[in-house]
């Protein structure tokens, strides 16, 4: 089972940018696709970008498109989330997540490994 590290998380102003990291143990990490979420206070966790096992695709909420970049190393097995612009609104807990082979990138039920999540805080 692949064993997730999220990391990166921090307190910023608005307009600042950040990057959260994901390290992944084992030595399939390369076959699957992997995705970011959050989840705000009081909010159910939501779908914010994905990225296909070899990093070739690459998908975003309409919130955060033209803000964020997910990418991915596979050699080091680490994914990682570059947010630029961030807003108030981006204050949540971010968590990356292993895909299953099946199932939509959008839905939290095709992720059946997470990471333990990182706080991140946009101060306006």
């Known amino acids: 089972q692949v064993q997730l590290v999220n990391s990166g998380g921090g307190l910023v102003q608005a307009g600042d940018s950040l990057r959260l990291s994901c390290t992944a143990s084992g030595h399939t990490f390369s076959t699957y696709a992997m995705g970011w979420f959050r989840q705000a206070p009081g909010k159910e966790r939501e779908f914010v970008a994905a990225i296909s096992s070899e990093g070739t695709d690459k998908y975003y909420a309409d919130s955060v498109k033209g803000r964020f970049t997910v990418s991915r190393d596979n050699a080091k097995n680490m994914v990682y989330l570059q947010m630029s612009g961030l807003k108030p609104e981006d204050t949540a807990v971010y968590y990356c997540?292993?895909?299953?082979?099946?199932?939509?990138?959008?839905?939290?039920?095709?992720?059946?490994?997470w990471g333990q999540g990182a706080q991140v805080t946009v101060s306006s």
């Open positions: 997540a292993q895909k299953y082979y099946t199932g939509s990138l959008y839905y939290t039920s095709s992720y059946p490994n």
